[in-house]
């Protein structure tokens, strides 16, 4: 620990605020819970400078790399505001992995990115907890990733999160497909909550409201409104990639966050082409009607900050609509029919909504 020591009243890296001893005491803590998420193709160790993943020994013969990074955003003010840590690295991983999927990729690998003003070992380690915990549900290793301690950049107890996922697919199986056609079937896989988007609106309407963070939820009493907010981002990637597998219906899939359905679902439609919704065949969580009504926002201002209730949007050949629900069904997701693709011109919202959204 000399590192540590004032030598002839010169500086260390410790009194700049930056302790190396307390980084690498951490790294130890966290090896059991990046183990955890071994899979073929990566020993999932940490420790070294980069993380080494094999293709070939997770049984692909000709892939395609995708990769994924996102962050989670203001959600993060509300777990430093109430001390719960252990979900936004859920959150972290859902963000990029969801990505991934879309694309008809499965997720391989994750790694991370923690930066803080002054380490915390125990909050940190929550995080990196949940991080693992989201990595073994989407079924990828955790194989490395960077805590940075930068003091003056970040106040006390602030830290910033990012995340990156790398998946692949066999060469021509990629989404969404080119036979995406009108007539096809949209269907709505729901969400967990709000996910990781929308969360500066949110904050500003929890102000507005008077309601501390720390009181029951007024949409879910037996929580704290903290508690229920910090609900993670869904993981969409295990059903997904058992429907990819199971069925040749599935066209393209759109994960729906920031920008709402509006904004998403153009992004995997051809030209010519757009998506007719009925908002009445969707049920969003009471959170969102408490979101509405404690912030007076309007129905289309909603569709826009957040996902509503639809967390992924499958587009599925309509003779194979019910089989790829059924399938999703029985894989755990909560999945209804919502619409189909239409024929639209140039002058033509890209995605037209009838029916109003039926707020709890």
């Known amino acids: 620990m000399a590192e540590n020591k004032t030598t002839n009243g010169g500086l260390t890296y410790a009194q700049a605020g930056v302790d190396i001893e307390a980084g690498n005491a951490l790294v130890e803590r966290l090896k059991a819970l990046v183990r955890a998420t071994r899979r073929s193709g990566a020993d999932a160790e940490i420790g070294g400078f980069g993380g080494l993943f094999d293709l070939k020994a997770a049984g692909f013969t000709d892939p395609v790399l995708v990769a994924a990074n996102d962050g989670v955003g203001t959600k993060l003010k509300i777990a430093i505001e109430t001390g719960v840590h252990d979900t936004v690295g859920i959150d972290l991983v859902a963000m990029s992995v969801n990505d991934v999927i879309v694309q008809g990729a499965e997720p391989l690998f994750f790694l991370d990115y923690f930066a803080c003003g002054k380490l915390a070992g125990d909050v940190a380690y929550e995080v990196v907890k949940g991080i693992a915990t989201g990595c073994m549900e989407a079924g990828c290793a955790l194989v490395g990733g960077e805590t940075a301690e930068m003091p003056g950049m970040y106040a006390d107890g602030d830290y910033d999160l990012a995340g990156f996922a790398v998946g692949a697919a066999e060469r021509g199986r990629l989404l969404p497909r080119r036979d995406v056609a009108a007539g096809d079937v949209l269907i709505a896989l729901a969400s967990s909550g709000v996910h990781s988007n929308g969360f500066s609106l949110v904050r500003r309407i929890v102000a507005r409201s008077g309601v501390s963070l720390q009181a029951p939820a007024p949409f879910a009493p037996l929580q704290s409104l903290g508690r229920a907010l910090l609900a993670p981002t869904r993981i969409y990637v295990r059903p997904l990639l058992a429907a990819l597998k199971a069925t040749g ?34 049920t969003p969580p009471p959170v969102f009607g408490w979101l509405a009504g404690a912030g007076g926002v309007a129905e289309a201002e909603m569709l826009r900050a957040f996902n509503c209730g639809v967390g992924m949007v499958a587009v599925v050949a309509a003779d194979e609509a019910e089989a790829v629900a059924e399938l999703l069904r029985r894989e755990g997701e909560t999945v209804t029919t919502i619409g189909q693709i239409v024929p639209i011109s140039a002058a033509d919202e890209p995605v037209r909504f009838h029916g109003r959204l039926a707020f709890s």
């Not at 709402?260 to 998506?275: E, H, I, K, S, T």
């Open 249 to 282: 219906g599935l066209k393209a899939l759109a994960h729906i966050t920031g920008g709402g359905l509006p904004d998403n679902l153009p992004r995997v439609l051809p030209d010519g082409l757009g998506a007719e919704i009925d908002l009445s065949r969707i």
